[in-house]
């Protein structure tokens, strides 16, 4: 199973996907957090809080909500690449076992989501501090809270790039498979949670980013409302959801595509 991983991880570190990936997933984060602290404070109901406030630091640390998105989307080029250029055949003439091949995938998928994320993490935080350092203020966030939020999202990273491999597999159509990523992240997990509350938590992308720290409803998609968005879940709880999605994704595929004949 290491050896599967290393051959797997090699794939991804031999080709421009990934830091494709990296890069889009740094420059968004970048322009989103840049921009929250450039606006916070300003006047008007709408604007953010001073991002030398507790609140308005979350705010602009938020930005990095997008990274998780790419997390998932670099875990689907994961597994629908070789779907994609035909040389699921060769692989899986080596290892004859299928669902060996996709759990070495799961587990570079969850690496490279890890890295993404902690990516975005330096970035959006970055920001932030830098913004209350040039403004005079000190900053709000302990050092303690700075580095639980860094393994939040390190975690949710990786569980992400995790959910994105199984979500490949199943799908294997890659652009299908990205559109339907950034729509359910986007958009449809705020649909549905907005028109039923209580399961709001439970939905993979809302549990990933409690995992961050981040408040239901909360980030780079509008302003959270409190407990109307219902409960948060806590740590353990939310990357327990999101670990149990991606492993009924993965079960689902390993008794449907993965079986099917891909010659």
């Not at 989307?73 to 899986?92: D, K, P, Q, W």
């Not at 580095?147 to 199984?166: D, E, I, P, Q, T």
Request: aromatic share 8%.
């Amino acid at each position: 199973m290491i050896r599967l991983t290393r051959i797997e991880l090699a794939k991804l570190t031999t080709i421009r996907t990934g830091y494709v990936m990296l890069a889009a997933a740094a420059a968004i984060t970048a322009l989103f957090s840049i921009l929250e602290a450039a606006l916070s404070g300003g006047v008007g109901k709408d604007k953010p809080a001073p991002v030398y406030t507790v609140s308005g630091f979350h705010s602009v640390a938020e930005g990095a909500i997008w990274a998780m998105i790419f997390a998932a989307v670099l875990g689907v080029t994961i597994a629908t690449t070789e779907s994609r250029f035909h040389t699921a055949t060769n692989t899986y003439l080596a290892v004859p076992r299928r669902g060996r091949v996709l759990s070495a995938k799961v587990a570079v998928g969850a690496i490279a989501g890890a890295v993404i994320t902690l990516t975005g993490y330096v970035i959006s935080f970055g920001s932030a501090v830098g913004f209350v350092l040039a403004r005079g203020h000190s900053v709000p966030v302990g050092d303690l809270e700075l580095a639980r939020l860094g393994a939040g999202y390190l975690v949710a990273g990786a569980l992400m790039g995790a959910v994105g491999v199984c979500v490949g597999a199943l799908v294997k159509s890659q652009l299908a498979a990205i559109v339907g990523v950034f729509v359910w992240a986007i958009i449809a997990e705020s649909v549905i949670g907005g028109l039923y509350h209580p399961i709001w938590p439970y939905l993979p992308y809302t549990a990933a980013t409690t995992i961050a720290g981040i408040p239901i409803g909360g980030g780079a998609f509008g302003p959270a409302h409190g407990g109307a968005n219902g409960t948060p879940l806590s740590f353990l709880a939310a990357a327990a959801v999101v670990a149990g999605i991606a492993a009924v994704f993965a079960l689902i595929a390993d008794r449907t595509t993965l079986r099917a004949d891909i010659t």
